[in-house]
């Protein structure tokens, strides 16, 4: 099992995002992607990851409908909206910045 | 940003469908991974996780908490009940006391900006001047152009209006053109003066205050246009002011207006000289006002070096301002003070109320526990009990509000009908119902923190494990102290009451040099009828000749002005023999002008030489009648008689002495002053008052009617020597603060019964056990019923010891306030502290002898 960190706080939506920008996701859907993309660093619960995506809902982020899962399962679907994808480029931007410069912080001698 | 609202919207009114929504989903989800993964995923708590994230989980939080509040309160109706009935009384007389205040003190008058509004108060050498002329206003007017926007000028005078064959007095003001514009009002009715300022108005034209439209012409709307008659003039009523406005004082109501060019024509008396008012341009601060006023002064006394010599000129803000006589406001003193008593009361039922959910606190312990171990924080079970506490004090303060109000109704209509168009109209307003909500915060703050704080606290493992002894040594203490407060501002407040009732009980019964049984005043205006000094003269000479035949009337006299009445006059006086005194000002005597038979009537003895005769008349030497008072300070020894005085108004015109009478009380909180009385004869005024002993049996309506019947042109007012002492003059106010600081005072007590019995049957419960154990070995009923009153005893022992010092302070506060009795009276601390323990020990004796009788096994079964 690899070794799990707890997540910074606000790099879980950014996370999210990422993930439905491909494809609209279900709940079990975005945690197994987030596994899987980010080789099991993260573990996310269902707690943090179902309030996360209801707030994004809320905020206009996300846009849920039911449908169907491959196995025929219903489940409830989450796509990105149009706020969703610009605020993904934003806090893409704005991770990239922040990890250089922390990057660069500890590497200084 | 519209999302957020469209899923709060959802959230809130649509909850159901937005529940149900979340159940499938996760109840899916759970189904999804409980199928592959070993830990199975419990959907309820995920969904209360979810739904606590959600937009407006606050609100819907809150309002479920309100619901539940309102449950738990539902379910406890006695308790709830008891609650709501004590804040209630508390807000009540607090509210009631506020409105006191705020129509004294704070309500402003109905007027358009009224803070830029002020009267000039023009004093020479430090006293006050004569008032001022239409010139003089006019100069002022030129000159405070920079400072004023406007220059009104207003006079009272006591008038009588004569409308379809009856006349009444009028109480009107004789105001400049300017003086509605000027005040920013507009009529309900009609029209106000037309002139411009600076233009002199003569118009014959009355404008009516719309409570005397009211009350006099039941308001018809037709009296516009009609003609009556004023002082013996015909004037048209051209209008009527608006519903509230009472004129320049908020504390009685001008009646009538007319234009100020009319008083120097008619025979009237005016009571007041012309008083300045200005309005304030926006911008001018009051140091530069005065500032220029200073100026302005120095230039007015300059020009006119004989009317206004060492003139100042001092701006008094509105309101208040033209009763109180310089120097602080008694009014903000006398309401500050009881503003404080009905705030004690307050505290104390806060206290019993925090009692009372503490107590009920230790029932609910397991209820708290079991709460907080499904997880309601310690932040949601405080915010729960607080808002049980808030609940509670809403519904006492609308409670109380209405007490309230209806007490204030009742207070408003305590002044005795005196003649004056008095205005005490305590009604509530926004302020007050502000204060009153502010209040119900406050005892909601002061009643429900500890509480609250305690239901935080609760530990679930020691409220879970059933011991019913439970609830521990510091809550008993905490409400030992609370009833120690409790006693002692009880104590505080009887102390205060008892020492008002002392001294009403003494003004009551002192002596007032004068038998006030069966005499009536009855007020009556000879230059109301029109009638100038001759006419008027004989009119009087008629009457109590008539008068003194009529049936029921055992003697009558004549008097310019009676004792507690309202045309008192005083004048500096010294005796002819002493020099004139130069730098302070000669020593003031009352006087009054009275007829042959006055002391008679009134029954004042007369101690050395006589009264007045017929032949004290106009032609005869000046004479006068002095007080023993007057007598004993100036020619100290019994040598009064056949000396003579001077009056600084009428230094050419000395007084002899022919007589000493008893002295009289004009004042309730001073000891009789000087006084002198002159013939009515040589000094005519046209308001007397015909003052009448009836015998037994005979009625003041027939005397009414008799003068009527002599002359209905004349008007009348009729009032009881007794109700002339029980009025604003007399004993009213001692009278009213009494009463309120009686009720507050019962009110305390009735507050702190309830605290004691609370605690003492709280600590007894405690204790049941021990007094089983001890019963079961051996102890005598009596010892156990020692043991629980010695507890109580010791609480009320140190609430009375801090309720004495507490009431000592505010006894040398209020020591100012009482007549003939000193704030530190200690009849009062005995009497007052004596009927507390007499019913603490009560309040304590009913739960120890229940304790006392405990049965031993019962007791202890109870483990």
Same mark, same amino acid.
């Given at each position: 099992m690899a070794k799990t960190t707890e997540l910074l706080p606000g790099t879980l939506d950014v996370l999210i995002l990422k993930t439905l920008a491909l494809e609209p996701l279900h709940g079990v859907g975005v945690a197994d992607r987030l596994a899987q993309v980010t080789q099991g660093t993260f573990r996310v619960g269902p707690g943090s990851l179902f309030t996360a995506l209801h707030r994004m809902e809320e905020k206009g982020w996300l846009s849920a409908a039911w449908g169907e899962t491959r196995e025929g399962r219903r489940a409830k679907f989450y796509q990105l909206t149009r706020a969703g994808r610009r605020r993904l480029e934003q806090e893409t931007e704005r991770w990239k910045t922040i990890a250089l410069a922390v990057g660069r912080a500890l590497e200084l001698r | 940003m519209l999302s957020r609202f469209r899923f709060l919207g959802r959230n809130l009114w649509r909850r159901r469908q937005a529940d149900a929504d979340l159940e499938a989903e996760l109840g899916a989800y759970a189904a999804e991974m409980n199928g592959r993964r070993r830990h199975s995923v419990r959907p309820e708590q995920l969904r209360e996780e979810v739904r606590g994230a959600r937009l407006g989980a606050?609100?819907? !939080?809150?309002?479920?908490?309100?619901?539940?509040?309102?449950? /738990?309160?539902?379910?406890?109706?006695?308790?709830?009940? &008891?609650?709501?009935?004590?804040?209630?009384? !508390?807000?009540? &007389?607090?509210?009631?006391?506020?409105? /006191?205040?705020?129509?004294?003190?704070?309500?402003?008058?109905?007027?358009?900006?009224? @803070?830029?509004?002020?009267?000039?108060?023009?004093?020479?050498?430090?006293?006050? #001047? &004569? #008032?001022?002329?239409?010139?003089?206003?006019?100069?002022?007017?030129?000159?405070?152009?920079?400072?004023?926007?406007? =220059?009104?000028?207003?006079?009272?005078?006591?008038?009588?209006?004569?409308?379809?064959?009856?006349?009444?007095?009028?109480?009107?003001?004789?105001?400049?053109?300017?003086?509605?514009?000027?005040?920013?009002?507009?009529?309900?009715?009609?029209?106000?003066?037309?002139?411009?300022?600076?233009?002199?108005?003569?118009?014959?034209?009355?404008?009516?205050?719309?409570?005397?439209?009211?009350?006099?012409?039941?308001?018809?709307?037709?009296?516009? %246009?009609?003609?009556?008659?004023?002082? #013996?003039?015909? =004037? $048209?009523?051209? !209008?009527?002011?608006?519903?509230?406005?009472?004129?320049?004082?908020?504390?009685?109501? $001008?009646?009538?207006?007319?234009?100020?060019?009319?008083?120097?024509? *008619?025979? $009237?008396?005016?009571? /007041?000289?012309?008083?300045?008012?200005?309005?304030?341009?926006?911008?001018?601060?009051?140091?530069?006002?005065?500032? @220029?006023?200073? =100026?302005?002064?120095?230039?007015? *006394?300059? *020009?006119?070096?004989?009317?206004?010599?060492?003139?100042?000129?001092?701006?008094?803000?509105?309101?208040?301002?033209?009763?109180?006589?310089?120097?602080?406001?008694?009014?903000?003193?006398?309401?500050?003070?009881?503003?404080?008593?009905? !705030?004690?009361?307050?505290?104390?039922?806060?206290?019993? =109320?925090?009692?009372?959910?503490?107590?009920?606190?230790?029932?609910?312990?397991?209820?708290?526990?079991?709460?907080?171990?499904?997880? *309601?924080?310690?932040?949601?079970?405080?915010?729960?009990?607080?808002?049980?506490?808030?609940?509670?004090?809403?519904?006492?303060? +609308?409670?109380?509000?209405?007490?309230?109000?209806?007490?204030?109704?009742?207070?408003?209509?305590?002044?005795?009908?005196? %003649?004056?168009?008095?205005?005490?109209?305590?009604?509530?307003? %926004?302020?007050?119902?502000?204060?009153?909500?502010?209040?119900?915060?406050?005892?909601?703050? +002061?009643?429900?923190?500890?509480? +609250?704080?305690?239901?935080?606290?609760?530990?679930?493992?020691?409220?879970?494990?059933?011991?019913?002894?439970?609830?521990?040594?510091?809550?008993?203490?905490?409400?030992?102290?609370?009833?120690?407060a409790q006693v002692a501002g009880s104590l505080a407040l009887l102390i205060v009451g008892g020492l008002f009732v002392r001294s009403l009980r003494h003004a009551e019964s002192a002596p007032v040099g004068f038998d006030p049984g069966h005499v009536w005043n009855f007020s009556l205006d000879a230059a109301g009828a029109g009638y100038d000094a001759a006419r008027g003269g004989q009119y009087y000479a008629q009457l109590l000749a008539q008068a003194r035949r009529w049936p029921g009337v055992e003697s009558a006299s004549l008097a310019q002005a009676v004792p507690f009445g309202l045309n008192s006059l005083g004048t500096g006086v010294r005796p002819e023999s002493a020099p004139p005194a130069t730098g302070t000002p000669a020593p003031s005597a009352g006087t009054s002008a009275v007829s042959e038979g006055y002391f008679a009537t009134m029954r004042i003895p007369l101690l050395q030489g006589r009264g007045f005769n017929p032949g004290d008349n106009a032609a005869a030497a000046a004479v006068a009648v002095v007080s023993e008072a007057m007598a004993q300070r100036f020619w100290p020894g019994g040598h009064a008689i056949g000396q003579r005085f001077v009056r600084s108004n009428d230094a050419k015109h000395p007084l002899r002495v022919v007589g000493v009478a008893g002295n009289v009380v004009t004042d309730l909180t001073e000891p009789a002053g000087m006084f002198f009385y002159v013939p009515e004869a040589q000094s005519y005024s046209a308001q007397q008052t015909l003052v009448v002993r009836l015998a037994r049996g005979a009625t003041a309506a027939a005397v009414t009617q008799a003068i009527a019947r002599l002359d209905a042109n004349v008007p009348v007012s009729v009032q009881s020597m007794e109700e002339a002492i029980g009025g604003l003059n007399g004993l009213f106010v001692f009278d009213l603060g009494a009463r309120l600081a009686t009720w507050l005072g019962l009110l305390g007590l009735a507050l702190a019964l309830v605290g004691v019995y609370g605690v003492v049957a709280y600590g007894a419960a405690q204790r049941t056990h021990e007094m089983g154990v001890r019963v079961a070995l051996g102890a005598r009923p009596g010892q156990v019923l020692g043991a629980i009153l010695r507890q109580a005893l010791g609480i009320v022992g140190v609430g009375m010891l801090l309720g004495l010092l507490l009431a000592a302070g505010i006894g040398k506060l209020v020591g100012a306030f009482l007549v003939g009795v000193s704030g530190l009276d200690p009849l009062t601390f005995v009497v007052a502290s004596l009927g507390l323990g007499a019913v603490a020990l009560a309040a304590s004796l009913l739960p120890a002898w229940r304790a006392a009788r405990v049965d031993p096994l019962a007791a202890l079964r109870c483990e």
């Open positions: - | 606050g609100i819907e !939080g809150w309002a479920r908490d309100l619901r539940y509040a309102g449950r /738990m309160l539902r379910k406890a109706p006695l308790v709830t009940l &008891a609650c709501v009935a004590t804040f209630a009384l !508390g807000i009540g &007389a607090n509210t009631l006391v506020f409105s /006191m205040a705020n129509a004294l003190l704070l309500r402003p008058p109905p007027m358009p900006h009224p @803070e830029q509004l002020a009267f000039l108060r023009m004093l020479q050498h430090g006293a006050p #001047g &004569a #008032g001022v002329d239409a010139a003089q206003i006019e100069e002022l007017r030129r000159q405070t152009r920079d400072l004023y926007s406007g =220059v009104a000028s207003s006079s009272l005078a006591q008038l009588g209006l004569s409308y379809r064959g009856s006349a009444q007095t009028l109480w009107a003001s004789y105001v400049s053109g300017n003086f509605f514009g000027l005040l920013g009002v507009r009529p309900a009715l009609g029209r106000f003066f037309a002139a411009p300022a600076g233009v002199v108005d003569r118009a014959p034209e009355l404008v009516l205050s719309y409570a005397y439209w009211r009350s006099r012409f039941g308001g018809d709307r037709g009296v516009v %246009g009609q003609t009556a008659t004023v002082n #013996g003039r015909a =004037v $048209t009523i051209v !209008g009527v002011g608006p519903k509230g406005f009472h004129g320049i004082s908020d504390l009685f109501d $001008t009646q009538g207006y007319l234009p100020q060019g009319l008083a120097a024509t *008619a025979g $009237t008396s005016q009571v /007041m000289g012309a008083i300045p008012l200005v309005r304030r341009r926006g911008g001018v601060s009051a140091a530069a006002e005065q500032a @220029e006023l200073g =100026v302005v002064a120095a230039r007015l *006394a300059q *020009a006119h070096p004989q009317q206004l010599h060492g003139l100042t000129l001092l701006s008094v803000p509105f309101g208040i301002g033209l009763i109180s006589s310089g120097g602080g406001n008694p009014f903000g003193v006398v309401a500050g003070l009881f503003l404080a008593l009905s !705030g004690l009361v307050l505290l104390l039922a806060a206290a019993n =109320v925090m009692g009372l959910l503490l107590a009920r606190a230790s029932g609910r312990a397991r209820e708290m526990a079991v709460r907080s171990a499904l997880g *309601a924080g310690r932040r949601r079970l405080a915010r729960q009990v607080f808002l049980e506490t808030l609940l509670l004090a809403l519904g006492g303060g +609308a409670a109380g509000m209405a007490l309230g109000a209806l007490g204030s109704r009742a207070v408003s209509a305590l002044p005795p009908h005196s %003649g004056f168009p008095l205005v005490l109209d305590f009604g509530f307003d %926004g302020r007050v119902f502000l204060y009153g909500l502010a209040m119900a915060g406050l005892v909601a703050l +002061a009643a429900g923190l500890a509480p +609250a704080w305690r239901a935080a606290g609760a530990d679930p493992n020691d409220a879970l494990r059933s011991d019913r002894r439970g609830g521990g040594g510091s809550r008993q203490r905490l409400r030992s102290a609370l009833v120690v």
